[in-house]
């Protein structure tokens, strides 16, 4: 009888081990892997922006004007002829009051008030590869049309204008990413595709003949939009 029970228990304990060695193993679930998706081609962007420009005759300005830079603020139309590629206008206004130097070098008393419209035509390219792209470094290279009034109280008054070229370097940062239920609005009602907080390096080279050289560096901060 031991030996019976002993055989008996042998031959359940060999089954269950086949059973167990049948069963194929639980394949375990793969996760879906997560697939970079090219950034769509914009058609269209405009821009918002403020800027801090030194200029190169920085000790003139600032004997007048008691500041080393000109700030304007500024509006900038872009569209893409191809993705990536943008050709931009932008036009901007800067109006500044000092007083007028004499002969000796004297502030004269005289107050003087200078406007100023710089026109820039640009072409950049945006290295914008990727959907929801965080950071979109931006290089480019443009002509400049500036317009200059400068009205003095007892002297007569100057206006022309300066032509040159710029170069400029900059980064954005997609603000969609901070707050994505936004972005999903700003689509809806209007259109509008990415939404980036601009920060722009600009080298101007201008004219220098006949009167003031615009020439210098300027840092833009700006509000981008692209449709």
């Given amino acids: 009888m031991r030996i019976r029970g002993w055989l008996f228990c042998?031959?359940?304990i060999l089954g269950l081990s086949l059973n167990g060695w049948a069963k194929k193993p639980k394949?375990?679930?793969e996760e879906p892997k997560k697939t970079i998706k090219p950034e769509p081609k914009s058609n269209f962007s405009f821009e918002l922006g403020y800027q801090q420009f030194f200029l190169s005759e920085k000790e003139i300005f600032d004997a007048v004007f008691g500041?080393?830079?000109i700030d304007p603020i500024g509006i900038r139309?872009?569209?893409f002829p191809l993705k990536n590629l943008e050709v931009a206008l932008g036009l901007g206004y800067s109006w500044n009051k000092g007083v007028g130097i004499g002969s000796g070098g004297t502030p004269s008393g005289e107050t003087v008030r200078m406007t100023i419209?710089?026109?820039?035509?640009?072409?950049?390219?945006?290295f914008d590869f990727m959907e929801e792209q965080l950071l979109v470094p931006s290089v480019g290279v443009g002509g400049d049309w500036w317009f200059f009034k400068e009205d003095n109280e007892f002297a007569d008054d100057v206006e022309g204008d300066k032509a040159g070229w710029h170069a400029i370097a900059g980064i954005g940062i997609l603000l969609d990413r901070i707050?994505?239920?936004?972005?999903f609005f700003l689509e809806s009602e209007w259109g509008i595709e990415n939404v980036f907080l601009e920060f722009t390096v600009r080298y101007a080279e201008m004219n220098a003949e006949n009167g003031f050289d615009f020439s210098g560096m300027g840092y833009n901060l700006g509000l981008r939009m692209e449709f």
Avoid: T
């Fill in 117 to 126: 419209i710089p026109v820039q035509l640009e072409l950049c390219y945006r």
């Fill in 10 to 12: 042998s031959v359940m």
């Fill in 179 to 183: 707050d994505p239920s936004g972005r």
């Fill in 67 to 69: 500041r080393e830079y």
């Fill in 77 to 79: 139309f872009g569209a």
């Fill in 27 to 29: 394949e375990e679930k």
